[in-house]
């Protein structure tokens, strides 16, 4: 149930539903995603479906990782922000394609299991702290990359800031139960928003506990 046919399996899904990057399909046919589940939950583990982690937040579904990791790694960034490291999944699948990854969570217990799971895996690229993610993480700043995965109704104006010339911030905008994948590229002090599909995220929510 959890064994490398099932992964490829997943993979080969991924790939009928039009993930084309072949770094990214490796990748996943990599990282073994019941590591970032609860143990009751491990045979569904490979299923493309987000499924639950405990204090009301999910791992994103395999199909919606994939598709966002496409986006943020299109123009090459060696240098990735994610605000909302949950299971610790998608940084994770970041850490094998990009040379460092910074993640932020709020909620303490999550990021101690994620680095519990990076540090298994030996994953030694990623550096996680405990912080309220809608000021970004200022110390690195900039970044080629930001990836939000929870859904926010504004885009946090420290996002925009923290982004280097050319980055691409990546997050799910609008309301609590529905919101649009929008991609924002900085161009000098400009900024040009693309919106793409609609996603469902939990809610990107202010402090931290
Ligand atoms: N990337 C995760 C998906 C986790 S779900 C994975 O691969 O598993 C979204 C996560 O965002 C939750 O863990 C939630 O606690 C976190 N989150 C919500 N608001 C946040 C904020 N302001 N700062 C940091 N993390 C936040």
Do not use: C
């Not at 040379?99 to 999550?110: G, H, M, N, S």
Request: charged fraction near 25%; proline fraction near 6%; glycine fraction near 6%.
């Amino acid at each position: 149930m959890t064994s490398q046919r099932t992964r490829d399996r997943l993979v080969m899904r991924l790939r009928d539903e039009g993930i084309r990057d072949r770094d990214v399909l490796d990748v996943m046919r990599n990282i073994p995603r019941h590591l970032f589940v609860d143990e009751a939950l491990a045979s569904r583990a490979y299923e493309d479906t987000a499924l639950p982690i405990g204090y009301n937040q999910t791992i994103s579904q395999p199909y919606i990782v994939a598709a966002m990791t496409e986006l943020v790694i299109a123009n090459r960034p060696a240098k990735i922000l994610e605000v909302g490291t949950g299971s610790g999944y998608q940084a994770a699948v970041l850490s094998g394609l990009v040379d460092k990854i910074y993640t932020v969570e709020r909620i303490a217990p999550l990021l101690t299991l994620a680095r519990q799971r990076f540090r298994r895996l030996g994953l030694r690229n990623i550096r996680a702290i405990h912080s309220d993610g809608t000021v970004g993480w200022p110390d690195f700043a900039p970044y080629d990359a930001i990836i939000v995965t929870a859904g926010s109704e504004h885009i946090p104006d420290a996002l925009l800031h923290q982004l280097a010339p050319n980055g691409r911030l990546i997050i799910p905008v609008g309301r609590r139960d529905r919101q649009r994948l929008t991609m924002v590229t900085r161009k000098g002090d400009a900024f040009e928003q693309e919106d793409l599909d609609p996603v469902t995220f939990v809610p990107l929510l202010r402090g931290q506990t």
